[in-house]
């Protein structure tokens, strides 16, 4: 019986062993997963002045978006815009009898007509035997005019004379100088 008690003393050995040796492993394993740090507090985050804004702002669209949407269905229209009927015929007022003197027609007289915008953006000058030869470098909306004198600009206007720092231009339709200078 001696022989059979030691092997069971060495049994609970071994077994109280396993068991000191996994608790203290799972303590270990426990003490890894969980951390006695302490945590760090959420920063407070401080919004700036514009982001304050910003958001005011976007209550603000969104109300008048509200604001805006109808709150009435449109009525369905009285016509038709795509077909056509005859409008009803009108009565003719009756004139009286004694008529009014009529007024007398005058001629309105005739508007002038527009300037085209045109501008002096140069002078060019060419030695000639007979003096200097210029010519005149004339911008227009969306066009650019190289004449000397006698050409025309634009159908309208004839070159009559140019100088040094001035064109003059004559207008064909109603014989008017218009002179255009550099600046």
Do not use: C
């Not at 976007?58 to 109808?70: D, G, N, T």
């Not at 953006?121 to 030869?133: K, L, S, T």
């Amino acid at each position: 019986m001696g022989v059979l008690r030691s092997s069971r003393l060495i049994q609970m050995k071994r077994t109280a062993t396993i068991v000191v040796v996994g608790g203290a492993f799972l303590a270990w394993l426990a003490g890894a997963a969980t951390s006695n740090r302490a945590l760090a507090p959420q920063p407070i985050v401080q919004r700036t002045a514009i982001e304050v804004r910003g958001d005011e702002l976007a209550v603000e669209v969104a109300r008048l978006h509200e604001r805006l949407r109808p709150t009435a269905t449109p009525r369905r229209p009285g016509r038709n815009l795509f077909s056509f009927q005859a409008a009803a015929a009108r009565a003719v007022p009756v004139a009286p009898l004694v008529a009014a003197p009529a007024p007398a027609l005058v001629e309105a007289p005739a508007a002038p007509a527009a300037q085209l915008p045109l501008k002096l953006a140069g002078i060019a000058e060419d030695a000639g035997p007979e003096g200097p030869v210029r010519t005149a470098i004339i911008s227009a909306p969306g066009q650019l005019f190289l004449v000397k004198e006698g050409e025309s600009v634009m159908m309208r206007y004839r070159i009559t004379r140019i100088s040094a720092d001035v064109v003059e231009l004559v207008d064909l339709g109603d014989n008017s100088v218009r002179r255009l200078a550099l600046r």
